[in-house]
């Protein structure tokens, strides 16, 4: 089988916002680039609620000075979709959707004859497959992971978590009209998929272990997901954890002992655990508590030259610390550190 090969300055892997703003800096500098997704582009956006806003304003998710101007104070899922598609093709970003990368090794690769020699030598080979099965690789002279954070789901563990009425992520409530449904969560993922299914008709019941929903529910929001609880149009059960899954139930374990909630329609809003995969095959170390991969922030450089963090892949456990409004600067600080210390 034929593989296809090519040579570029920097590879992104991801493309986020994050992933995209590092290879609009790269470009800026003269230095070429190319960005890498398994999905569609600024996949993790795609998959949010089909009705979402954002908690930022348009303005801090801006990025490669491209103004991000909506009509209203909080931009929806779909303005920032058209946004970034924008920003892809302002810039004419070579972005591969749809092509995972699947292995990361490095290697100093020459360029193949008739094609032009990159101003910085390849340090690093990525293979990564096609929607149809084909085999690319890419020789860069950096790297930049910016996988963001939804590769990995965080699994309840429990029996009947594979069916496939069970899901772990949402996009609208249509389809649950009239349905029972159970939520799993007390963030703003499960609230927001909670109040947009109870809108849609559905009947919904929401389990969180904790004693309450999390702090950092958004403050436009908490207000009616809190009267829909305390009125019952949304039915809880809070100090309940899952203890299996069944085809038309939920069973819970909770103050009241075991119950089963019926449930054809299952949403484990748990959160994700960053995909570090890439990172663990050649070797950058991951901090055991908070999985945090060793880089440096002000550089973003990790201890293998050529190889840098983008986005919240750089936050490890920890989802909050990094967003688009603190992220999308890390491509500046990688080139900057390319241009100082890959000059040949």
């Not at 916002?17 to 290879?23: D, E, K, M």
């Not at 054809?264 to 748990?270: A, E, P």
């Amino acid at each position: 089988m034929t593989v296809e090969t090519m040579t570029v300055d920097v590879a992104v892997v991801g493309a986020g916002p994050c992933g995209l703003a590092a290879a609009i800096a790269a470009q800026r500098a003269g230095l070429s680039a190319v960005v890498f997704d398994r999905g569609c582009l600024v996949n993790g956006i795609a998959s949010y609620p089909t009705y979402m806003s954002f908690f930022s304003t348009a303005e801090r998710l801006a990025i490669g000075g491209v103004p991000f101007i909506v009509a209203t104070e909080k931009p929806t899922r779909r303005d920032a979709l058209a946004y970034y598609r924008g920003v892809a093709d302002v810039y004419g970003i070579e972005v591969r959707q749809y092509e995972g990368v699947q292995l990361l090794r490095p290697v100093r690769v020459d360029p193949r004859p008739g094609q032009a020699e990159p101003t910085r030598a390849a340090r690093w080979l990525l293979q990564s497959k096609r929607r149809s099965g084909a085999v690319r690789e890419t020789a860069a002279h950096a790297v930049v992971i910016a996988t963001g954070y939804f590769g990995r789901p965080m699994l309840l563990g429990v029996p009947g978590e594979g069916l496939p009425h069970v899901r772990h992520g949402y996009t609208e409530g249509h389809g649950a009209w009239r349905e029972p449904v159970v939520i799993v969560g007390g963030a703003n993922s499960a609230v927001d998929a909670a109040l947009d299914m109870h809108r849609a008709g559905a009947h919904v019941t929401l389990v969180h272990f904790g004693a309450m929903l999390d702090a950092n529910v958004k403050p436009w929001v908490r207000p009616e997901i809190e009267a829909r609880l305390r009125e019952g149009s949304i039915a809880s059960r809070f100090g309940a954890r899952v203890v299996a899954i069944e085809a038309d139930a939920v069973v819970v374990e909770g103050a009241a002992g075991i119950e089963r909630l019926p449930a054809t329609q299952v949403y484990t809003m748990t959160g994700y655990l960053p995909e570090t995969g890439l990172l663990e095959q050649v070797g950058v170390p991951l901090d055991a508590d908070s999985g945090i991969p060793a880089h440096d922030p002000l550089t973003m450089a990790t201890p293998l030259p050529g190889v840098y963090l983008a986005g919240v892949i750089a936050s490890g456990n920890q989802a909050n610390r990094i967003f688009i409004e603190n992220g999308r600067d890390h491509g500046d600080a990688i080139v900057a550190h390319l241009l100082r210390h890959s000059l040949r």
